[in-house]
């Protein structure tokens, strides 16, 4: 059965996303974040006949959402495959457009079943996007050495009492294994700061998250392939909602790589993939009031050369 996709997901600057894609007659497009289908749904209402559209998503939920229409291909796959799928069907180099909207959804947050909000305290500690992986964020919290937690928690969340907080971890984890959310929540609640309660559990549950999952490494892959897959003048637009990630498509929409800078040629001219069609997008006050959880996404649109 398909579910309301605006329980599952409200897709972020729906408009800007449609706009950077610049839909084509006859295109061929690629939804890599899947989830509810809202975005994917919006892009088929504005295909003509002839186009088509694969959605990717590696969590057996969003194929619940999976639309009916002839034009659809889902794929049950995490994006960081994408260059495989798509040679499988035959469209490397065909593609016009490739959206990436790389927020968590509503549904994961508000399923107490996967681990990813700290508001139920007797939910497991999972964060895993594909429930058939097995490394969860329990798994994280108990096995991980000390020096790993900390490069972690710096790095996903930028935490400055990571050392401390990684300390009292260790020590929690030697009287008793984590295993609910409400016992990480105890560990982490003396660290928090009083005038900006819950920010540091929404941290160390997005640096969880994002190592579960593998989220920058999977991210890179991406980028790489979307380069390969998409045809001369194909549209690549990426949403991001964490500064790592974002400073990670920046970088990469700029000169094609992820550290070094662009390639040059024998006159020392840059050697880049891409053109920036935009500006940094950001959402409007007048969604943010709507959609609280849009307010840190960052829109970033190029076209392939």
Sequence with gaps: MEQNAEFYHDPVMLTECMEGLNLKS????????????????????????QSELYGFDQDKDAEKNVTSDSRFHFVRSNFRYLYNFMRYYNKVGCVNGILADLGLSSHHLDDPDRGFSFRDKEA?????MNVRAELTAADVLNVYEPERLITIFKLYGDIKVASRLVRALVAQREVCLFETMGQLSDCVRPFENRASRGKLMTLVCQSLRMEVNDELAALKDVLMQ???V??????????????????????????????????????????????????????????????????????????KL
């Design 226 to 228: 979307a380069r390969d």
């Design 26 to 49: 006859g295109g061929v497009y690629i939804d890599v974040t899947y989830g509810g289908g809202g975005h994917s749904k919006e892009i088929l209402r504005r295909l003509d006949s």
């Design 230 to 303: 998409l045809a001369p003048g194909g549209r690549l637009v990426v949403m991001t909602y964490h500064s790592g990630e974002d400073r990670l498509v920046k970088r990469f929409f700029r000169d094609g790589s992820f550290d070094g800078g662009a390639e040059k040629d024998f006159y020392g001219n840059r050697l880049v993939p891409f053109k920036i069609v935009s500006k940094l997008i950001i959402p409007s006050e007048m969604e943010i009031a709507k959609n609280n959880r849009a307010r840190s996404a960052k829109l970033r649109v190029v076209e």
């Design 124 to 128: 497991k500690l999972d964060m895993r």
